[in-house]
């Protein structure tokens, strides 16, 4: 098959024959009508949808006429976009075979590869002089007896998986002095339910948290006090995606607060959106608001720069910071299969319309540009 004339973007979708539905709908239905302007067929397909025998894929267009998807089979995309998101070990090695050998086939080209874990993305940034001081002290949590000497020399403990997301399995362990307890734990589950405990020993609470833990991997992260005067958590999401000329852009930032009592602000834990210059203002008065406006801008595309180095391509970011009441900025996490729910109750919807629009540009390009081999490192595209 020549993919040289092949137009169309492929959308990895998560597993499953159905047409695209719940919160992901929304996007594709929005990535298939920007692709409908720039002249591209946005196709949307799951792992196991993929013939490697015929270079096709069972997937879905979306037909705006009737404003509906359409079954088909069509042929195996040139340009991929992986939004796909596994719910089990099984669709994991599905996913993870099929991936395999998509980045194989010569004529197929990812808008961008994923980042390894949080770990090896801690590193990269910890080597970067620009970087490093705005990174929380974090170790790899190999043995739950780490958890004594740490919680001795610091008080206070976060937890959270490798591979984690949505705020999912982490964990506040910290002292509750005035109580009849040693320490407490808060945090949430693999489900993202709310979690509470307290122990009246640190061998209790060791034990908790090796059972909670089980075989996951885990950081272990000095816990920041990233709340609000009256302790509202909260967090600053920055969504950096290539745009139409292969260019790092920065598409907009919002915050996240959390409810009274959540570890975290994520909204899958039943955090809020709000616009992060209003917010910043609020709680920063004076001219401190826009200076922290213009840092995370900054970083955000340094960000994006140092681990592009060493990825490979890469076309979007989803980048958590947390800023102290003294203004200090700590890079938290980041993400390349970055979330939008936040963004679509702020602003009007302009920030959500172009991160929903960038992707597709940023596929343009790279169906107009000379091909590179898979893997291959580019800053600029």
């Not at 009737?66 to 079954?71: H, I, M, Q, V």
């Not at 917010?279 to 608001?289: W, Y």
Request: net charge positive.
């Amino acid at each position: 098959m020549d993919h040289t004339v092949n137009r169309c973007l492929g959308v990895l979708a998560s597993p499953g024959k159905t047409a695209p539905a719940g919160g992901s709908e929304s996007f594709f239905r929005r990535l298939s009508q920007n692709g409908a302007a720039e002249g591209i067929e946005v196709i949307v397909f799951s792992p196991d949808g993929i013939s490697f025998e015929y270079e096709t894929v069972d997937g879905f267009l979306y037909s705006p006429s009737d404003s509906a998807w359409r079954e088909g089979t069509f042929p195996l995309p040139a340009v991929l976009y992986d939004r796909c998101f596994c719910s089990n070990s099984a669709e994991q090695r599905l996913y993870r075979r099929q991936l395999n050998r998509l980045h194989r086939l010569p004529g197929i080209r990812f808008l961008g590869g994923g980042l390894r874990g949080k770990w090896d993305v801690q590193r990269l940034l910890a080597a970067d002089p620009a970087l490093a001081p705005h990174l929380p002290l974090t170790r790899r949590l190999t043995d739950p007896h780490q958890l004594e000497p740490w919680l001795e020399l610091h008080g206070a403990a976060f937890l959270k998986p490798e591979a984690g997301m949505h705020g999912k399995g982490t964990l506040h362990i910290y002292r509750s002095p005035g109580t009849d307890f040693s320490w407490s734990v808060r945090g949430r589950d693999r489900a993202n339910r709310p979690v509470r405990q307290d122990f009246g020993t640190t061998l209790e609470m060791r034990r908790w948290v090796r059972d909670f833990i089980g075989k996951r991997r885990y950081l272990l992260q000095q816990y920041l006090p990233l709340t609000t005067p009256d302790g509202t958590a909260y967090d600053i999401r920055s969504l950096m995606q290539k745009d139409g000329r292969g260019l790092w852009k920065l598409t907009g930032m919002v915050v996240r607060s959390g409810r009274p009592g959540s570890v975290t602000s994520n909204l899958h834990g039943g955090g809020i959106p709000c616009e992060a210059e209003a917010f910043l203002r609020e709680h920063f008065p004076g001219g401190a608001s826009g200076r922290l406006m213009k840092t995370l801008s900054v970083l955000s595309h340094r960000i994006a720069l140092i681990l592009e180095s060493s990825h490979g391509r890469l076309a979007e970011l989803g980048i958590d910071f947390g800023v102290c009441r003294d203004g200090r900025i700590h890079i938290l996490e980041v993400n390349s299969k970055p979330g939008r729910a936040a963004f679509q109750s702020i602003d009007g919807g302009k920030t959500a319309r172009s991160a929903a629009s960038n992707p597709v540009r940023y596929a343009a390009y790279l169906l107009r540009t000379q091909r590179e081999p898979a893997g291959a490192t580019s800053l600029g595209g």
